[in-house]
């Protein structure tokens, strides 16, 4: 699946302004994606077209190499890495991250069991008792986050906003049939 940025997020008052420093597309690796509900497939697009409306996303050894955004990207789950392939304004390859997911493994694991424990909570729990499964369920996801701009940092110049929907995909490509 790729999502691009709407075409007004390109244009200011009729002159063509683009944002080089940000994501114009997203691609999931869909061979990664192995089982798919109706709440991952929401949370998926969800996290894919709010990451293009409004992200910060400079590859650091990239724009080093002269190439300029807005950039293009691929994420996949190959051989316990996640991978981002970049490719920048002009369609050229500007390079691949490739980040171990060793390190995302238990959080990862927490976040899926909170999130079921959160939806088996709505058909029964009071508004109190899902309130508190949320806020886990947001603190779980913040420390994943926080864990994947640790694993960027010096590699992708980027905001929390951005990097916690990054996380939102990761897990969704770590989801097993």
């Given amino acids: 699946m790729t999502l691009a940025a709407p ?3 390109c244009k200011s ?3 063509q302004t683009m944002d080089t ?3 114009a597309t997203i691609t999931l690796d869909e061979t990664s994606i192995l089982r798919r509900s ?3 497939a929401r949370e998926r697009e969800v996290a894919l077209r709010d990451l293009v409306e409004d992200n910060s996303f400079t590859p650091v050894r990239a724009a080093e190499n002269g190439h300029v955004g807005p950039w293009d990207l691929k994420l996949a789950v190959r051989e316990a890495r996640l991978e981002l392939a970049i490719h920048d304004a002009k369609g050229e390859e500007a390079g ?3 980040l171990g997911t060793t ?3 238990r959080v990862i694991r927490e976040y899926f069991a909170i999130c079921d424990s959160y939806y088996k909570a709505l058909r029964q729990a009071s508004a109190p008792e899902l309130e508190t499964i949320d806020m886990a369920r947001r603190g779980i996801h913040d420390r994943g986050t926080r864990h994947l701009m640790d694993a960027l940092d010096g590699k992708v110049d980027t905001d929390f906003a951005t990097a916690r929907r990054l996380f939102t995909l990761l897990c969704v490509l770590h989801i097993k049939g």
């Fill in 21 to 23: 420093n940000r994501i």
């Fill in 96 to 98: 691949l991250i490739a």
């Fill in 7 to 9: 075409a007004w997020l």
């Fill in 38 to 40: 109706e709440t991952v």
């Fill in 13 to 15: 008052w009729g002159r």
């Fill in 103 to 105: 390190r995302f493994r």
